[in-house]
């Protein structure tokens, strides 16, 4: 098992960004290094180190920070409730939740922003009344060449041909009510969704959806659902984390598709982001306020706890 020491950035609901490390064994108490509205996503420059992080609020923001966590700039993020975010060459791309739009913010060569955002609208509805009145941005996500933008309301994924998204391609169209919210890369090029709605994990080859499955074998807790939330390549494996039932549901992808391996309890409650440091995945467990660590065996897929640091309402993990 491969041990990585790492410094961890933690976005959540509670007007801060957090740091901790993660030692391989240990996750240290965090101390807050920004202090933000809702800054339920953050991001960072590969190059500069930059820090962007969204504000989560009908009057949508993004700023961008120094690594001493000093405040260089916020603009609007050209929608509501922005959710992601996420560096693609000179440019930072703001997924917004509320309304639909997905904007994107030019960058300069030291990491600040360079303009305006572009704002790019989304459009259309699902057949779930209650979460799919309308387009609902949740993530973007580099696919080769390509950015993807996750729309759980409209049940699309939008594809654009250029970082600045200036040429939109044809959309992959998921199942109708699935509600895609989060991509994973496979090595292949094969793009795994995890579907919120319908508590999958869905499989897309060159623009078309190929393998549908259910995303855990765990049921959820009498009277509530399983949500899926987040999903990530981990070594020779696809982790999806899931809410309700609070596992890391892992896979080993093939080519007859998705095997499901193995359900691993998170140690907390609302797993809503994970990252990987190493064979380990650390996990915002939002409702029980805390980030938990795990060691993930490569072999048979399953997880053990292995610690966990109090952070109050944690929404996104981010290794540096």
């Given at each position: ?86 560096v693609a060459g000179a440019h930072l791309w703001v997924a917004n939740y509320g309304d639909g739009t997905a904007a994107v913010v030019p960058l300069g060569p030291d990491g600040r922003f360079a303009g305006s955002p572009r704002r790019l609208p989304g459009a259309g509805s699902g057949p779930d009344a209650d979460r799919q009145e ?31 998204g200036e040429r939109e391609a044809e959309p992959v169209r998921m199942p109708a009510g699935s509600g895609p919210r989060h991509l994973a890369v496979l090595a292949d090029g094969t793009v795994a969704v995890s579907t919120e709605l319908d508590d999958g994990l869905v499989l897309v080859r060159d623009g078309t959806v190929v393998v ?109």
């Amino acid at each position: 098992m491969t041990t990585v020491v790492s410094t961890v950035l933690l976005g959540t609901y509670a007007d801060a960004v957090f740091e901790t490390r993660f030692t391989g064994t240990r996750l240290d108490a965090v101390r807050q290094v920004i202090t933000a509205p809702a800054p339920s996503f953050v991001a960072a420059h590969p190059a500069t180190g930059v820090r962007y992080a969204v504000a989560e609020v009908e009057h949508g923001a993004v700023s961008a920070f120094a690594p001493t966590g000093e405040l260089l700039a916020t603009l609007p993020s050209a929608g509501s409730y922005p959710c992601h975010a996420l560096v693609a060459g000179a440019h930072l791309w703001v997924a917004n939740y509320g309304d639909g739009t997905a904007a994107v913010v030019p960058l300069g060569p030291d990491g600040r922003f360079a303009g305006s955002p572009r704002r790019l609208p989304g459009a259309g509805s699902g057949p779930d009344a209650d979460r799919q009145e309308g387009p609902h941005a949740h993530s973007t996500t580099a696919v080769d060449t390509e950015l993807w933008v996750a729309d759980l309301g409209a049940d699309l994924l939008r594809r654009f041909r250029d970082e600045a998204g200036e040429r939109e391609a044809e959309p992959v169209r998921m199942p109708a009510g699935s509600g895609p919210r989060h991509l994973a890369v496979l090595a292949d090029g094969t793009v795994a969704v995890s579907t919120e709605l319908d508590d999958g994990l869905v499989l897309v080859r060159d623009g078309t959806v190929v393998v549908r499955v259910p995303a855990t074998g765990t049921p959820p807790p009498p009277g509530g659902r399983n949500q899926p939330s987040h999903v990530a390549v981990v070594g020779e494996l696809l982790v999806v984390a899931v809410r309700g039932a609070d596992v890391l549901s892992v896979f080993r992808v093939g080519a007859d598709g998705p095997v499901h391996l193995a359900d691993s309890p998170v140690g907390g409650a609302w797993p809503r982001h994970f990252a990987a440091v190493g064979d380990h995945v650390l996990v915002a467990c939002e409702h029980s306020d805390e980030v938990t660590a795990l060691a993930l065996d490569q072999a048979t897929g399953r997880a053990k706890l292995i610690g966990s640091t109090p952070v109050p309402a944690p929404s996104c993990v981010l290794p540096l």
